[in-house]
């Protein structure tokens, strides 16, 4: 049973409402409400239940409309107002997304009318403050809390008593999140070390701080201003400059006595410098008081110590500032650069020679020189070869004409093969000849083929403007003269050793930005074989200055040629005689091609984990290889006498301890040898 009144007592200023509602319809109540107020409702199909309220207080028409969405709010409903007096009665979860009015800071909106705000937040971050917020609105409701990184801004959902709330909360975390900062100028001590003890006062013994984040101040120190940077929260702000300046004070004497330890500088290159800016400094300093009385001589003592690579340093204490800042804009980790050149010779040869030489016993021959034998020198190789024969002494016959010992020749001389064998020596391919009584021959053909590849990668390590010098070769000695004494006794010689291989000079200089210049010798030399005076050695070098960026491959140089030579020769007429005429005629061609390019790789390395990275991958390179031969294996050996390479950056295996040994032993049951029992005396003899 539903009983609803509804008291209206109209005035002649404004109506005043006292409303009663006992087991009314949800709907109906919109509807009533929606008469009163002249305001059109329209209500959600799940929008549905029975409410039980009443009021014993007169209410205004503001405070009536309050009211009834205080009550939808109880509920799980919400209104959302449109245009044209319109009302829209939904389920409380759907407000969120449904068309609500997005408010400002100056916004009156109160009480349960669904709203939403973007606020900004400027001193903390809205990504560690929106997880705070959800747990204080209405997330099951109609509440939403999103937070927008880029513009840090918090955009908040809900009812508008809410939504107040959370920006009243938003603003006092704000605020104390406020952390100004403040530079205090030193007159006497350094920033750098000003900085330096207060950190080391403000961190924790044990490794965590137990105070919030935003107590503990921001120091930084600005060594150009000699100056102290402190930003935090106004406690923690105050008391580090309250420390400052009492540790900001005059020294008792006028100068300062300062060790320094270098870290990647050397001692004895800074001191040059620093003595050079002291007397630049001081010399100012003299121009800027020569009118004042009370300047006095500023005394500066920098000295190195090797064995700690450190500089002593004795200055007054505006001197001492100006000297270690100097020092530590020097003393700073100097790049390296690892140079790595590339090689590439491709060398081809191809040559054919086809000749006929004739030889006659009574008159003339044909000789060719450019083939690889003369018939001359064969010739005289068979001749030297024959066999001689020595007196050929008769068979001996008996009474009955019975041969009693056969003839024979008393001696023979075997013939010497040495003209021979040079002639046939330096021939290659098809050597032959023929003879025919007085006449004599020989054919000669030859065809000859030669690759060759070349690849050589040379690659160095150096630090920034460090000249560094490689080579992969050996010393071949060379006469350079010689002298004999009287009647050519005593005879000497001097040699001289040349470096012969793959060398590899650089001096790097590292700009601003990733480029490097590099100053680059690069020669590759190999011995060729004798000359009648001596060895002859090939030689290929490049010398160039040269700018490329890190990582970057270029081209240094290179040489491409082809040489192609033809050489004939014959006898005139009977040579030109078509086809007969080869008979009569030697023909050598020979192509030679050469393409020879030296490419190189600058890589700057700036800290130790790019270095780590191309240390790891070089000596894996050689790793792999050593497991590749391991694995094709050995024909005659056993693979056990290939040594393989650890793996990188394992640590050293040392042999097991006596103990371990001992104890090894014991396990396999075997009996130890016992020290000897003796006595005093013999346990001494043999000790000794």
Known sequence: ?????????????????????????????????????????????????????????????????????????????????????????????????????????????????????????????????????????????????????PANVIMLTGTASTVNRLVKIIERVDRAGDQDVEIIKLKYASAGEMVRIIEAMNKPSSGKSGKPTFLIPKIVADDRSNSVIVSGEVKARERVIRLVKRLDSELATSGNTYVHYLKYSKAEDLVKVLQGVSESISSESKSTKSKSRSSTKRNVSIEAHESTNSLVITAQPDMLRSLKEVIRQLDKRRAQVLVEAIIVEVYETDGISLGVQWGNENFGFTQFTNGPATISSVAAGVEAAKTTKGEFVPALLGDNNQVIQEGYYKSETKGDFTLLGAALGSASGLVTGIVSGDWAAIIQAVSSNTNSNILATPSILTLDNEEAYFIVGQEVPIITGSATGDNNSNPFQTVDRQEVGIKLRVTPQVNEGNAVQLVIEQEVSSVSGTTGVDISINKREIKTTVMADSGETIVLGGLIDEDVQESVQKVPILGDIPFIGHLFKSTSNSTRKRNLMVFLRATIVRDSGLMKEISESKYNYIRADQIRKHEEGLSLMSNENMPILPQWQDKLTLPPSFDDYQKKLEDKNVDLPKPPTTTEGVATEEKH
């Not at 009533?32 to 014993?56: A, E, Q």
């Not at 939808?72 to 009665?89: F, P, Q, R, S, T």
Request: net charge neutral; glycine share 6%; with cysteine.
């Open 1 to 149: 049973m539903a009983f609803n009144f509804l008291c209206l007592v109209g005035q002649a200023s404004a109506a005043q409402y006292s409303p009663n509602f006992k087991g009314t319809e949800i709907t109906e109540f919109v509807n009533i409400v929606g008469r009163n107020l002249k305001k059109t409702m329209i209500i959600d199909p799940n929008v549905r239940g029975k409410i039980n309220v009443r009021s014993y207080d007169l209410l205004s028409e503001e405070q009536y409309y309050q009211f009834f969405l205080n009550v939808l709010e109880v509920y799980g409903y919400a209104a959302v107002a449109k245009d044209n007096n319109i009302i829209k009665i939904i389920r409380n979860k759907d407000a969120k997304t449904a068309a609500i009015p997005v408010i400002g800071s100056d916004s009156n909106i109160l009480g349960d009318e669904m709203v939403t705000r973007v606020l900004e937040v400027k001193n903390v971050t809205v990504r560690e403050l929106v997880p705070l917020l959800r747990q204080l609105s209405d997330q099951a409701g109609g509440g939403n809390v999103v937070n927008y990184d």
